[in-house]
């Protein structure tokens, strides 16, 4: 079996039809439902992009794997998916974005080359790479975002889009009186990316994955990575209009959200981007765009699901859907992502398992508490690979694919380390207490935050729209209690010790005794007779050499 493993950039959990999304219909995630299990409570186990890719990849959580925010390297060594997938006898490919920073320093104090076969996969979180374009080709004054240039870009070149940087000035720009309007600016968000449609990035990448499984030799697992609906949010004709005004819903937030908000929270209210979508005008121009990304992914999916069905594929793969994160969209208060509401911390996902120990469950949904972290054992199971619990922090997903009921968690963990935004300078937080830890055990979500902060405490089941902090007063310390103790016991967790199994474990007991090593007996009744048998034999006499030169 092989696996397609789809991930979207800062697709939100509820804008899909399949979700129950008004206005935005998604006919192709929908196919995808309809052969296989919706869950409808997966979260991810960091709010930011780099963070959460690397607790996907490596199927641990962030504080365990040590990558907590964009840029920082994921060190040499860690246990990736393409790891234990290769051990299991299937290759680990990637086809877009990984938001991967290499650790350049491990590497060199190991002395991996990156262009050794070793090397260029730890470069590249795991995987063996097909193509890879992280996106965000913007230009500064230090010279691009990212130092790696960017294939999507010579594509542009290669059909006849002008400059250096087509990404920025066509696919991600439209036109205003002759001039560029740059999707940068959500003023431009409504005008049409200056750039024919089936060049922008989504078709792009949808055709090289295609161009992938073309050539691939099974087994395979395919990470499909797109950029969008992420931001700039600007998008061709004809996607650039095909929602209005009238399909941008009315923001989730109230006025009670900030009489007396955290410190933390209030801190995050005051950024740059929350002040833009806190105006109205921004969230009219802006909802419609990043509706208009979404529908032109979900065409793409189409196409993408038209092959395997054309090739006969659909019968021998795996297909996942599912996002890094959500989207703030001014709920809360709020844009981007970064914190823990349900807008951002919450995730589509999407399994079809053409096995038929799933035809059970097709065209199900499941609402058991899931992480991110569970796909990678799920892949693994898949692959037909050794269990690897002593490593992956996850749980397989493939006993409620078949419809099975497993003992499950209790509670999902999520976190976020803010050390690198203005907020931590903004709120006199040290740059090792700008952490922030999440706890949800279905209804009740506890928000911890380091420095001498109160926690937040939310009740979904009473306030499904987490406006009433219930943390501002007194009458839930019970509560905030059993939320701490979930938390205490999560951070009490066996996560470092990847290099010896449980079962490993167990084979070393009584190792040394069957090697005769028997220390600490009195007369050797306290272990089994056959290991002390060769310690009673005769008394060996001592070997006396004759005296040179005697009679």
């Known amino acids: 079996m092989n696996i397609l493993f789809v991930m979207y950039d800062q697709l939100r959990f509820d804008y899909l039809s399949c979700a129950g999304h008004p206005y935005l219909h998604t006919p192709n995630f929908d196919r995808v439902a309809a052969k296989g299990v919706r869950f409808t409570n997966a979260y991810v186990q960091s709010p930011i992009c780099g963070a959460s890719r690397m607790s996907f990849y490596t199927g641990r959580y962030a504080s365990s794997h040590g990558a907590q925010w964009n840029g920082f390297p994921l060190r040499v060594g860690e246990h990736t998916l393409g790891d234990h997938l290769r051990k299991a006898g299937m290759d680990c490919w990637l086809i877009g974005k990984t938001h991967m920073k290499v650790d350049a320093e491990g590497m060199t104090r190991l002395g991996l080359s990156p262009d050794s076969i070793i090397g260029a996969r730890q470069a590249e979180c795991g995987f063996d790479v097909w193509v890879r374009d992280d996106g965000l080709w913007g230009e500064g004054p230090d010279g691009f975002y990212d130092e790696k240039r960017s294939p999507y870009n010579e594509y542009l070149k290669s059909r006849g889009y002008a400059g250096e940087n087509p990404w920025a000035d066509f696919a991600n720009a439209g036109v205003e009186n002759g001039e560029k309007a740059s999707g940068w600016m959500f003023d431009n968000a409504d005008k049409p990316a200056n750039i024919r449609e089936e060049d922008s990035e989504t078709p792009w990448l949808t055709t090289r994955t295609i161009d992938f499984i073309e050539q691939a030799k099974a087994p395979w697992c395919a990470h499909v990575s797109y950029i969008k609906p992420h931001w700039p949010y600007i998008v061709p004709a004809p996607y650039h209009d095909m929602y209005g005004q009238n399909h941008v819903p009315a923001a989730i937030r109230a006025d009670v959200e900030r009489e007396n908000a955290h410190p933390v929270y209030a801190a995050f209210m005051a950024n740059k981007i929350a002040a833009a979508f806190q105006q109205d005008d921004v969230r009219r121009k802006v909802i419609p765009a990043y509706m208009g990304l979404i529908k032109q992914c979900d065409d793409q999916l189409g196409r993408l699901l038209d092959y395997l069905e054309e090739t006969g594929r659909m019968e021998d793969t795996m297909i996942v859907l599912t996002s890094d994160h959500g989207d703030y969209l001014g709920d809360h208060w709020l844009g981007e992502k970064d914190l823990f509401h349900e807008p951002s911390v919450k995730i589509p996902m999407i399994i079809y398992d053409p096995r038929s120990e799933a035809d059970a469950t097709r065209g199900t949904t499941c609402d058991v508490l899931v992480e991110a972290i569970d796909l990678a054992p799920t892949f693994l199971e898949a692959a037909g690979g050794a269990e690897a619990g002593h490593i992956l922090e996850g749980r397989s997903l493939t006993p409620w694919l078949r419809g099975e009921t497993p003992a499950w968690r209790e509670a999902v963990i999520s976190e976020y380390d803010y050390s690198v935004t203005p907020m931590c300078a903004s709120l006199g937080v040290t740059t090792r207490d700008a952490r922030l830890f999440m706890v949800f055990d279905g209804r009740y979500k506890l928000i911890h935050a380091e420095g001498g902060f109160r926690p937040m405490l939310f009740d979904l089941e009473n306030d499904p729209e987490e406006f009433q902090d219930l943390a501002k007063a007194d009458g839930h310390e019970a509560e905030i209690a059993r939320m701490y103790d979930l938390l205490a016991r999560w951070g009490r967790r066996m996560s470092q010790r990847v290099t010896r199994s ?50």
């Open 502 to 551: 449980d079962a490993d474990i167990a084979a070393m007991r009584g190792k040394s005794a069957r090697r005769g090593i028997l220390p600490f007996l009195k007369d050797g009744s306290e272990v089994p007779e056959e290991l002390t048998k060769a310690y009673r034999g005769p008394v060996l006499q001592d070997h006396v050499s004759p005296e040179k030169g005697g009679n």
